[in-house]
C-alpha cells in the first residue's frame, strides 16, 4: 500500500521515533510502513489520520488493481 | 514504573530491538546448555541451564513489554508471530500430509518398519493438530 508518511513527516519535521511514540508503536513498524513492507491495521491507520489530522485516505493509497 | 528496576532491566527495557535480542540470546544460551550438557554428559546441569534460560527468557519476554514506558512489542510483531506460526504450521501439515501416508503404504507393504520413535513422532504430531484445531475453534468462536 503506497503511502506519503515520509513527507507528512518530513513537513511536520519528525523522527520516526517521535512518530512511533506518538502512536505507540516501535519506530520499526513505522519503518516498515513507509518501506511498503507492512500495512498497519486500522486501528494504527486511525491513529496516524488522527496524529496528522487528516483522512486515512491521505495517508494510504490502496494498491492499483490492474484488472 | 521502571523506577522501582535495577539498572541493566532498564537498559534492556529502554529499546525493542536490544529487548528482542537479550530474550533471543537468553533463549539461545539455554538451549545451547542443554545440548552442550548432553554432548559433555553432564545432563543435570545442561538441563538446569535449560531451564533457568528458558524461564528467564520468557519472563523477561513477558515482563518487560509491561512494565517499560518504550513500546517494546506492538501490532507489526504480533502479525509478524502470527504469520511466522501459521507458516510452521502449514510447512509442518505439507510435510506430514507428504510422509505419513507413505509411510503407512510402505509399511503395510513390508518395505519400512514404522519403529516405536516414528510412531511417537507421528502421535505427537497428530496432539499437535488436534491442539490447533482446538485452539482455531476457540479463537474462531470466543475472540
Given amino acids: ?67 | 514504573m521502571l523506577d522501582t528496576l535495577h539498572s541493566p532491566v532498564e537498559t534492556v527495557a529502554a529499546s525493542p530491538q536490544r529487548y528482542k535480542r537479550v530474550v533471543y540470546w537468553i533463549f539461545a544460551v539455554g538451549i545451547a546448555g542443554l545440548f552442550a550438557g548432553i554432548a559433555f554428559d553432564q545432563p543435570l546441569a545442561g538441563t538446569i541451564i535449560y531451564l533457568a534460560g528458558t524461564w528467564l527468557g520468557s519472563g523477561l519476554a513477558a515482563v518487560l513489554p509491561r512494565v517499560s514506558e518504550a513500546t517494546l512489542i506492538d501490532e507489526r510483531d504480533r502479525a509478524v508471530h502470527r504469520r511466522a506460526s501459521g507458516l510452521a504450521v502449514n510447512v509442518t501439515a505439507v510435510v506430514v500430509i507428504t510422509v505419513v501416508p507413505a509411510l503407512y503404504a510402505l509399511s503395510a507393504a513390508e518395505i519400512v518398519t514404522i519403529t516405536q520413535t516414528m510412531w511417537g513422532g507421528i502421535w505427537a504430531i497428530s496432539a499437535f493438530f488436534l491442539l490447533w484445531g482446538g485452539c482455531l475453534f476457540y479463537v474462531d468462536r470466543f475472540q
Fill in chain 1, 1 to 67: 500500500m503506497d503511502t506519503n508518511l515520509p513527507k507528512r513527516r518530513a513537513a511536520n519535521d519528525l523522527s520516526q521515533e517521535a512518530l512511533a511514540d506518538a502512536v505507540g508503536v516501535t519506530r520499526q513498524t513505522i519503518n516498515a510502513i513507509e518501506r511498503d513492507r507492512y500495512d498497519p491495521s486500522l486501528e494504527l491507520a486511525f491513529e496516524l489520520a488522527d496524529y496528522f489530522d487528516c483522512r486515512i485516505e491521505d495517508l494510504f493509497e490502496p494498491p492499483v488493481d490492474d484488472e
